[in-house]
């Protein structure tokens, strides 16, 4: 849903706002969604700003609640859409894995992955990464140098979203109704694990080369979005701390 909007909320949403960069002598784990350390009763975690979109007015609400002891966002949306955005640069090839930890409460009966009208999701999580001028064909060029010239900067030059699904199989890797920019990564399909927390791991860098056949560029953003605008369904999920990580963990 969210790359039907591109450019325009892509660069007022995404690009905006401060940049934060790895540090010279990174730590084992690069932390993103910190929620545990959050208060609850507060709507936007610390360091991340809400992703609106202009023609849609209804939004999902976001806070932090507490739940078995921990703090971590609660999303509610009915009939809307909207995320949660966290800009940060970060490289794929040092810190190619990330992990976080989610809960649906429900199923959207209507969503499926391969249409627009379905393009909804009870839970999702975006990576977007960076335009790169040098590795660019002609015909993207003049169109990222457009927007650049109208709005300041260049949008991402590709997303991968991560989600759970109702109809798609797991592992299945399929393009955007609205975009093949944006490739969508089931990580979970179907009710089985309705109302549990599950721990998730992937590695951004090899599912990008296999989402669309190249290396990656920088990492330019995370976003977490629950949105049912499109089916006019019900959805509460919650999202845990998210963080990348340089090698995958053997627990999981």
Known sequence: MLWRFFPA???????SGVVLSIPARAEP??????????????????????????????????????????????????AAASGLIRHIRIDPAQYPVIRWRWKITSMLKKADVSRKQGDDYAARIYITFEYDPGRAGIFDRIKYEGARLLYGQYPPSAAISYIWEGRAPEGAVIP????DKLMMIVVESG??????????????YEDFKTAFGKE?????????MTDTDNTGETAVS???????????????
């Open 9 to 15: 909320a892509v660069l007022g949403a995404m690009l």
């Open 29 to 78: 784990a690069l932390a993103v969604g910190e929620f545990s350390k959050g208060q609850q009763g507060k709507g936007i975690p610390s360091g991340w700003q809400p992703l609106t979109f202009k023609k849609i007015s209804v939004h999902t609400r976001y806070e932090l609640v507490e739940d078995r002891g921990t703090v971590v966002v609660r999303a509610s949306s009915q």
């Open 176 to 179: 955007n109704a609205y975009t």
């Open 191 to 204: 009710e089985e694990k309705l109302n549990a927390w599950v721990d998730e791991q992937r590695n951004v």
């Open 216 to 224: 990656p560029p920088v990492i330019t953003g995370v976003a977490i």
């Open 238 to 252: 919650f999202y845990g701390d998210i963080g990348f990580y340089k090698t995958l963990s053997s627990d999981d």
